[in-house]
């Protein structure tokens, strides 16, 4: 988009870049001022209370993605893409018991990386890393070009200009204010979000109308009202088995099972489910109303700010610019602290730096976040120009293999006493290994279906044949308080 057909005065966009950049940087600062040492900046004391345990799970559930990716999914695959979308919410809401689980078997935990390796050994922890960090780069990556498309398609903003202030504004105030920061934030866009979202819908359905959104869709685009239409019937599973491996093995969501209080975690995410629920329906269904306004679409992830901007207006795209921005910061932010956060924990202190002190990894983790920002930035920039990083939704279900193949190891993990270690490394290699070529022969509405299938069938068929006996309470003792990261390495 170009700057003579942009909705969106540039000053305008200018205006509200650098105030919202302003305000985060500043609460940034502000809340992760008490931040002495790792573990306050990893997760906040320990003691989230309820009120925001559920604000930051549900913003950081809501995306870019989420306000962007939805209307293009509506787009390509009609109801059943938003309403595919919108199951999402069943991953928070069946993670809230394994919440409280984690939180009762690891009291003194950091990571998703800790659990895997103490209950499943160093093989398994290592592909887990593997597919871990493959699947945060690959969110961080199409997060940042959320940004990037939402400033150039409602101001003609360049794309990498926009991408590049996005990113460093989460870069800066997550170094600043780590957890807490974090936290304190999205409670704040959650507010924004659910606000502008409903705000969107309303005047998108008063001003174009259910009936004129029927009749355009019957006449140009019948397919998207077609409840039988293959591919969304797949990606209608796909997306469900995909938002569930996203969460479940996630150091996002970890992280945050052991930073809320012990009695919050379940309710939290049970709450942060429901009220995720109806936002990417909301989101996605302005996009049906595409063909009665007769926009031409350039690339489908523009879709959802084109037709807010074509309804509403100036109003319509500030809101639009606000929403989005909010729901960008309140993901990268959880993403960058929580990938940090495993690649210190994990990868310098797991490998590189045994004895790391909590000095060290305070350090440390400072220092990878700043290279995160500088690595999602050099992939992003390159959107269009490689083979798999093409639009926002190309991006994010590539890693749909890598997650969903997760999803039985780690609740076996939790709940099966029995489950065999070496079948749990290899049900990740392999369901990772088929979703990606069925991604690649098939489309990206199976990757996760295929990984999840293969995953547990491989899982199930090693336990079957060499069950291991495991004692949970080992858990409990992973980091003894007073002497986590001190002097002592890896067990």
């Known amino acids: 988009m170009t ?66 990716t939805a209307p293009q999914l509506a787009l390509q695959l009609g109801v059943w893409g938003m309403f595919g979308y919108s199951l999402g919410a069943l991953g928070l809401i069946l993670f809230a018991p394994l919440a409280k689980r984690i939180r009762e078997l690891m009291p003194h935990g950091f990571t998703s990386g800790d659990f895997i390796r103490l209950r499943f050994g160093k093989f398994t922890w290592r592909v887990f890393l593997v597919v871990s960090l493959i699947y945060a780069f690959g969110w961080l990556v199409s997060l940042a070009m959320a940004g990037g498309v939402l400033i150039n398609a409602l101001s003609g903003i360049d794309y990498r200009v926009g991408m590049t202030i996005i990113l460093a504004v989460c870069v800066l105030y997550t170094l600043l204010g780590g957890l807490r920061a974090v936290i304190g934030t999205d409670f704040v866009q959650t507010i924004i979000i659910i606000l502008g979202v409903a705000f969107i819908a309303w005047l998108t359905i008063d001003k174009v109308g259910f009936e004129a959104i029927h009749f355009n869709l019957m006449e ?38 052991f930073a809320f209080g012990r009695s919050v975690g379940f309710r939290a995410y049970l709450l942060a489910g429901l009220l995720w629920l109806p936002i990417p329906i909301v989101a996605g269904f302005i996009a049906l109303a595409t063909p009665a306004l007769g926009i031409n679409v350039p690339v489908a992830d523009m879709v959802g700010p084109l037709v807010a901007a074509e309804v509403l207006g100036l109003t319509g795209a500030i809101v639009v610019f606000i929403v989005v921005f909010a729901a960008l910061a309140s993901s990268l932010d959880s993403l960058l602290a929580a990938t940090s956060d495993l690649v210190t924990r994990d990868i310098y202190r797991g490998h590189i730096r045994k004895s790391a002190s909590q000095h060290e990894q305070f350090r440390a983790t400072k220092v990878i976040v700043v290279l995160l920002g500088l690595l ?61 070529v069925s991604y690649f022969v098939i489309g990206f509405y199976v990757a996760a279906l295929v990984g999840a299938a293969v995953s547990l069938a491989v899982l199930v068929l090693f336990t079957w044949i060499a069950p291991r006996d495991f004692d949970w309470r080992s858990l409990a003792e992973a980091e003894p308080r007073g002497t986590a990261g001190a002097t002592g390495g890896v067990r």
């Not at 790792?38 to 559930?61: I, P």
């Not at 797949?234 to 491996?245: D, H, T, W």
């Open 3 to 68: 700057e003579d057909v942009a909705i969106l005065p540039e000053g305008i966009a200018w205006g509200l870049l650098i105030a919202f950049s302003i305000l985060w940087v500043f609460l940034g600062w502000f809340l992760g001022r008490k931040n002495k040492t790792a573990e306050d900046h990893m997760l906040a004391g320990r003691n989230v209370g309820l009120a925001l345990a559920t604000a930051t799970a549900m913003a950081t559930w809501v995306t870019a993605n989420t306000t962007m």
């Open 220 to 257: 140009e685009r019948p397919e998207l009202l077609n409840l039988l239409f293959p591919a969304a019937i797949m990606f209608l599973f796909n997306n469900l088995l995909f938002g569930v491996g996203e969460i479940f093995h996630s150091n996002v969501w970890w992280s945050r099972a």
């Open 376 to 436: 999602t930035w050099a992939a992003a920039s390159y959107r269009g120009e490689l083979p798999i990083i093409g639009s926002l939704a190309a991006v994010l279900y590539f890693t749909g293999a890598f997650v969903a193949s997760a999803i039985w190891p780690v609740v076996a993990g939790l709940y099966w006493r029995r489950a065999n270690p070496t079948g749990a490394a290899l049900s990740m290699i392999a369901g990772t290994t088929l979703g990606l």
